[in-house]
């Protein structure tokens, strides 16, 4: 059984840029959800998708979106990237009981990005 | 607004004493109480979590303990080893996604 795998693990990127991360969730799950850790932060909730569809989403701009693939492996976009978006990005797979419920997290290591 | 708040923010403790962490919520919505935790480098995982139904649940070295009245949650680490030297998430959630802490970086010195 693999965990959750993440891509890239480091970015640098200049301010205006967009950039695309990729997640595959651990066998089994359905439900991913994308985090944003700031340096000496909690990770803040961005948005979660269920079965391909965006199912909650946080205090974050229309610039930020997502995507579910039919094997659950999941992508985070970002556009008109700001400096303040220098952060690592987590992505979590879970299996929920049910639309809507928040089973246990399995997170991925990690994007970190950064933005000059 | 910060919906759980977490202290402190470092704690350093002597091998083989007792870690102490605490966290306050504010919704009582909230029905699912997880600790996490995250060494560097790496992302956060899960230690140990807690449903309301329950006061204190064990596990290891590890416990939590749960105060519905009050809204406050806190993690016990009994026994600290130099191996627990990381930074510790609480987090609620259940029906709506996991609200973080800011995190406690823990220091367990020899």
């Known amino acids: 059984e693999t965990g959750v795998t993440q891509s890239p693990t480091h970015l640098i990127k200049t301010r205006g840029q967009q950039v695309t991360l990729r997640c595959s969730s651990q066998?089994?799950?359905?439900?991913v959800s994308w985090y944003q850790q700031a340096l000496g932060q909690g990770p803040q909730f961005i948005f979660q998708y269920y079965r391909e569809e965006e199912n909650g989403r946080g205090n974050f701009p229309p610039r930020f979106s997502g995507l579910q693939f039919p094997n659950y492996s999941s992508e985070l976009n970002v556009n008109a990237l700001e400096l303040d978006d220098s952060a690592l990005y987590l992505c979590?797979?879970?299996?929920?009981?049910?639309?809507?419920?928040?089973?246990?997290?399995?997170f991925g290591e990690g994007s970190r990005l950064t933005v000059l | 607004q910060q919906q759980v708040k977490q202290s402190p923010q470092s704690l350093i403790v002597q091998k083989g004493g007792i870690s102490i962490i605490n966290c306050a919520y504010e919704?009582?919505?909230?029905?699912?109480f997880p600790w996490y935790q995250q060494f560097p480098g790496k992302g956060p995982a899960l230690l140990i979590a807690?449903?309301?139904?329950?006061s204190e649940k064990k596990e290891g070295r590890f416990t939590i303990s749960f105060n519905k009245s009050a809204k406050q949650f806190s993690l016990h680490i009994m026994d600290s080893q130099p191996g627990d030297s990381a930074t510790y998430f609480c987090a609620a959630g259940g029906n709506t996604p996991l609200v973080f802490g800011k995190g406690t970086r823990l220091s367990v010195i020899a």
């Open positions: 807690i449903r309301p139904d329950v």
């Open positions: 066998s089994g799950h359905n439900t």
């Open positions: 919704n009582t919505a909230f029905d699912y």
């Open positions: 979590a797979s879970s299996f929920p009981s049910g639309r809507g419920v928040t089973g246990e997290l399995f």
